[in-house]
């Protein structure tokens, strides 16, 4: 098995190096930026914690407009078809366009996005750029809660920093999604907005994910899931779809940053609240790792959540399943691609094998 932390973050899709990008993006931010002269772009590099779903270039780049001087430090998240991870794919809409309405809209601390490109002749994909936050991200490798800024706070700073991270992804669900306008996320080839499209493009996800091919963990589960699935239409509301510390950027305890929106839908809140669950569960017991004191547990999450949302989380073990069953299909999307030879024998199974009582 290869060791992932070996595994290098991928370059931004169409380019070859340093010159190219600059001979590429230096225009077409000028045109975008409205620049008087050009747009100098003074340094790249690729984040240590780069996604597999999305390719991220940090950059800074300084133009004049009107004689008016501007300097901006920039992220530039590009698709990454060669690394899909989801079924359907829409970094324009699902990221850029859903940043920018919460932007706008919303209390929701997303970074401001500035401009996106569709036409895949540039960069060779689609992407997109937006404003570069500073802060401090809980880290997926070594694990958050055994080695980072968050185990070394005392327990009253870690409380209070995870009942801030747990909140901001309650807010997500709580968002008017119709009112500002993301109707662009009913996915209408999956089925009827709700418990039909939500299931219709789950059962796309596994087909697509294994090819017409078995897996001894995902398969069970998904007859489990089609066999139990909840009515619960009566909520339709914004889904973060990857809700989890590790995709948020604090200072000290105040989330000031949500980021990871790929997976973004409209469904029941729940499915966020159960994803988190298990990407705690899997965060910790899955790494061998103890809850560190002063974060919240399961029940106390449920609680927390339930009391904000003034409504009991009816099918929280549900979605749980449902995030189990998702990130087994993930695993083996990535196993793939970067030849891991992980797609049954992986952290995630063991739990999954333990909800669905495999």
Not at 106 to 132: N, Y
Not at 136 to 163: K, L
Not at 272 to 289: A, E, I, R, T
């Amino acid at each position: 098995m290869k060791d992932r932390s070996s595994v290098r973050p991928m370059p931004v899709a169409g380019a070859h190096d340093e010159s190219e990008l600059r001979r590429i993006l230096s225009p077409w931010l000028a045109e975008r930026a409205g620049a008087d002269d050009g747009v100098e772009i003074s340094e790249f590099s690729v984040p240590q914690s780069n996604g597999f779903s999305n390719e991220t270039l940090l950059l800074k780049a300084s133009w004049q407009t009107d004689g008016e001087p501007h300097d901006a430090d920039l992220v530039l998240r590009s698709q990454a078809p060669e690394h899909q991870v989801f079924p359907v794919v829409d970094l324009i809409n699902q990221q850029y366009t859903t940043m920018d309405l919460l932007g706008h809209h919303t209390a929701i601390p997303v970074p401001k996005v500035r401009w996106s490109e569709s036409d895949p002749a540039v960069l060779g994909q689609a992407f997109f750029l937006m404003d570069r936050l500073y802060g401090d991200v809980p880290g997926d490798n070594p694990p958050f809660m055994r080695d980072s800024f968050v185990t070394e706070w005392d327990v009253p700073t870690r409380r209070q920093w995870h009942e801030n991270s747990l909140d901001t992804m309650i807010a997500v669900g709580e968002v008017d999604w119709q009112a500002i306008g993301i109707d662009y996320l009913d996915l209408d080839q999956f089925g009827a907005l709700g418990p039909e499209q939500r299931q219709g493009y789950m059962r796309h996800f596994h087909q697509w994910t294994l090819e017409g091919g078995a897996h001894p963990v995902a398969d069970p589960a998904w007859a489990w899931l089609e066999a139990n699935w909840p009515d619960d239409g009566e909520h339709l509301e914004l889904c973060w779809g990857d809700a989890r510390p590790g995709n948020q950027m604090c200072s000290g305890t105040k989330i000031v940053g949500v980021f990871d929106w790929e997976g973004v839908c409209i469904s029941n809140a729940e499915s966020d609240l159960g994803w988190w669950l298990f990407l705690q569960q899997f965060s910790s017991v899955g790494m061998g790792v103890e809850l560190p004191d002063g974060m919240l547990t399961r029940a106390e999450t449920i609680a927390r959540w339930e009391s904000r949302r003034d409504r009991p989380a009816a099918n929280v073990e549900f979605y749980e399943r449902l995030a189990a069953f998702q990130f087994s299909l993930i695993m083996v999307r990535l196993s793939r691609a970067l030849q891991l030879g992980m797609e049954v024998d992986n952290p995630v199974t063991p739990l999954a094998r333990q909800l669905f009582g495999l």
